[in-house]
């Protein structure tokens, strides 16, 4: 059948502007269909709902504060942490392997700690935080839309070998969330 297609330029010229227009055809089908075609879930906001900690996420989080507290008194001979001054007593509970990257408890009550300082410099509050992915303890600024997941900060980069610093974990969340802080009166 090649032998015959090609045998007259004529019939070959017919048979490939033939299958051009077809391809042009289902190209130009294609294009329309995803041009026409609804938005899909993902354009559509996602569903957020924030709410107040409740009394379990209160206990807990103490919970959480305390045992970082008890690790450092006990290890490193210190009370941890009431300032941004105590972040390298989080950075050495780390380094002196007193807490673990396997240690995902630990690392978020960590997180917690770390979380309370950002909220004490920032003005900002706890709060549960829900959407498609589940329910976060974060930190809100105000009633804006800008949020902090400080109690998995260092745990997730711990749990994948990351060891960037604590210091330079907060002073990451710090940063991206102070350009968003409203003014202060007389500044």
Avoid at 140 to 146: I, M, P, V, Y
Avoid at 161 to 180: P, Q, T
Wanted: with cysteine; net charge negative; proline share 5%.
């Amino acid at each position: 059948m090649a032998s015959n297609l090609f045998s007259s330029p004529t019939r070959w010229i017919v048979t490939v502007l033939h299958h051009k227009s077809a391809c042009w055809l289902l190209c130009s089908m294609l294009l329309i269909t995803i041009i026409a075609r609804p938005p899909t879930a993902s354009a559509q906001p996602e569903e957020v709902i924030v709410s107040d900690l409740t009394p379990l996420d209160l206990q807990y989080m103490d919970r959480q504060r305390q045992l970082v507290d008890e690790l450092s008194r006990l290890h490193l001979g210190s009370s941890c942490c009431d300032s941004r001054a105590d972040l390298p007593l989080l950075q050495r509970m780390l380094d002196d392997n007193v807490v673990r990257g396997d240690q995902r408890l630990e690392l978020q009550a960590m997180g917690i700690v770390m979380g309370d300082l950002l909220a004490a410099e920032l003005s900002m509050r706890w709060v549960i935080y829900e959407d498609k992915y589940g329910r976060s303890r974060a930190l809100r600024l105000g009633d804006t839309d800008n949020y902090l997941f400080p109690v998995t900060m260092i745990s997730r980069r711990r749990e994948a070998a990351n060891l960037e610093s604590v210091e330079f974990i907060y002073d990451k969340a710090y940063s991206s969330i102070e350009a968003r802080l409203p003014p202060r009166p007389y500044q």
